[in-house]
């Protein structure tokens, strides 16, 4: 049977068996979801051992178990090792989401006239790993996987991998391969195949401000004590200039900018700004000035609040200075930056600019590594020439303003580079409500994976 075939024959199959796994909630930020993730562990493996590959286990970690299975079949042709991650981000708010985040269900939209898959994970990543796991099922059963594959499916990728360094350094023998292959980003349209080649690193943190020892009545205290909800606000407002530049010292420092050349070739990649503000209802623009939004979004170095909490948040009012504020702070980086050295910037100015009459504490949560990923390299042109074969189009090289800390950590701990094939779309509502995955993009993921082991083996054994 042809693999074109084998995808018409099983697409439903493809479906029904991916809401399986999107049917458990494998939330690895929350602890009450710990045996979900764990089941979802196992739902993977059954998958990986259904598909064909031999010698899978559930490997253990000092958090959450990483999924590993392998199928050897020569050892003189090339070896991929697939990484994805099968834990996904809290569904909240909830009650956005049109239909339950873990009730999978097929909907058409405009970008999806063919139908798109809502749940958490859909996209990001459950639905773009199972795409391996079944253009691994394809090859097994058409018997045309033509090199030696390794599986790698983690479950703390949301949770910024804490884990995942020391799985590498405890296993690089059982890991080596040739290059990394993981479909965890996106294209720019789905008639506009591209591939990532640099992703943004992160530095997160979260801030504590104190003021007085328990919450006040508001109009006997107000006006004479520190009010640790306003002065951090004041503290965050200064976080950027009037050209909305990070005002924390040193942040740019060592940032590597990109040339003229570079950017210009940037620019080459369509992006209408029009349908961008539409398509996420805002009425305008804004950040980093001299830089266009695409660049803003994917070659800067940014500063976000993710959320901000204390004092009464209650329905009704309450007249209150609360004692403490909180707020989780995260700041994605670019090449040159490295994520330690930004936290300790961060948390020496954060603590300089607080006024004497609160204290302040910043909590470092996690860290990830900028990685560009190279276009000279093999595993580069067999995706592009993957691609061009099923979108009929040759794909386009862009960075993403995303994270995969690991990434960086496949480079330095297993000298490993890492092709990112991924199939998303910006629009898809990743870590959104209703976030979704097109039908058509997942049967396209299907198709074009066997086609880069094909092209990888051939330009290899050259
Ligand atoms: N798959 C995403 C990253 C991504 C998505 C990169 C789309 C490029 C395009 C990944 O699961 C993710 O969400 N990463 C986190 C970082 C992590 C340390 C929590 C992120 O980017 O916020
Ligand atoms: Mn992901
Ligand atoms: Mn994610």
């Given at each position: 049977?042809?693999q074109?075939n ?7 199959r ?67 090792l697939v ?44 639905g ?11 090859m ?28 590498l ?30 992703l ?25 004590v ?8 004041e ?72 959320g ?15 004692s ?5 702070i ?56 993957a691609?061009e ?43 959104s409500?209703?976030?979704?995955y ?11 994976i ?7 083996t ?5």
């Amino acid at each position: 049977m042809t693999q074109t075939n084998y995808i018409t024959q099983n697409k439903d199959r493809f479906i029904s068996e991916l809401f399986d796994l999107l049917r458990i909630p494998s939330i690895s930020a929350d602890n009450a979801f710990k045996a979900d993730v764990l089941k979802t562990a196992d739902l993977v493996a059954q998958f990986l051992q259904d598909a064909g590959a031999d010698g899978v286990e559930i490997c253990p970690t000092k958090g959450l178990p990483i999924v590993y299975g392998e199928k050897k079949i020569n050892p003189d042709l090339p070896t991929v090792l697939v990484y994805g991650h099968y834990d996904v981000q809290p569904p909240d708010p909830v009650d956005l989401w049109t239909t339950p985040p873990f009730q999978p269900e097929i909907r058409t939209t405009e970008i999806h006239p063919e139908g798109a898959i809502f749940a958490r994970g859909a996209c990001d990543d459950k639905g773009q790993m199972f795409m391996h796991l079944k253009a691994f099922e394809l090859m097994m059963k058409t018997d045309t996987l033509p090199c030696n594959v390794k599986f790698m499916i983690e479950g703390e990728e949301e949770v910024g991998s804490v884990n995942l360094d020391q799985f590498l350094k405890d296993n690089k023998e059982k890991l080596s391969a040739d290059v990394v292959l993981v479909s965890d980003t996106g294209i720019i349209a789905n008639d506009i195949p591209s591939i990532t080649v640099g992703l943004r690193g992160l530095s997160y943190c979260e801030v504590q401000v104190t003021g007085p020892n328990r919450d006040l009545h508001s109009g006997l205290y107000g006006g004479g004590v520190p009010n640790p909800i306003n002065i951090l606000c004041e503290m965050i407002a200064s976080l950027k200039d009037e050209d909305q530049r990070i005002t924390v010292k040193g942040f740019y420092d060592n940032v590597i900018e990109l040339s003229k050349e570079e950017r210009q070739a940037m620019a080459e990649a369509p992006f209408d700004q029009e349908a961008f503000k539409k398509s996420i209802d805002i009425n305008d623009v804004e950040g980093e000035r001299g830089y266009n939004v695409p660049e803003r979004m994917s070659i800067r170095p940014t500063l976000d609040v993710n959320g901000i909490w204390g004092g009464y948040t209650g329905e009704g009012a309450k007249t209150v200075i609360p004692s403490v504020a909180n707020a989780k702070i995260s700041m994605r980086l670019v090449p040159g930056q490295s994520p330690e050295e930004i936290t300790q910037l961060f948390q020496a100015h954060f603590e300089s600019i607080a006024p004497k009459s609160v204290k302040v504490k910043v909590n470092p949560l996690h860290g990830g590594q900028p990685a560009v990923t190279p276009i000279d390299h093999p595993a580069y042109k067999a995706a592009s020439a993957a691609m061009e074969e099923t979108f009929g189009k040759k794909p386009v090289p862009f960075r993403g303003g995303g994270s995969i800390p690991i990434v960086a950590a496949f480079e330095q701990i297993l000298g490993l580079k890492t092709v990112l094939m991924g199939f998303g779309l910006d629009s898809d509502a990743i870590h959104s409500p209703n976030e979704h995955y097109g039908v058509f993009n997942y049967l396209k993921g299907i198709e074009t994976i066997p086609l880069f082991y094909k092209h990888y083996t051939d330009l290899m054994s050259k």
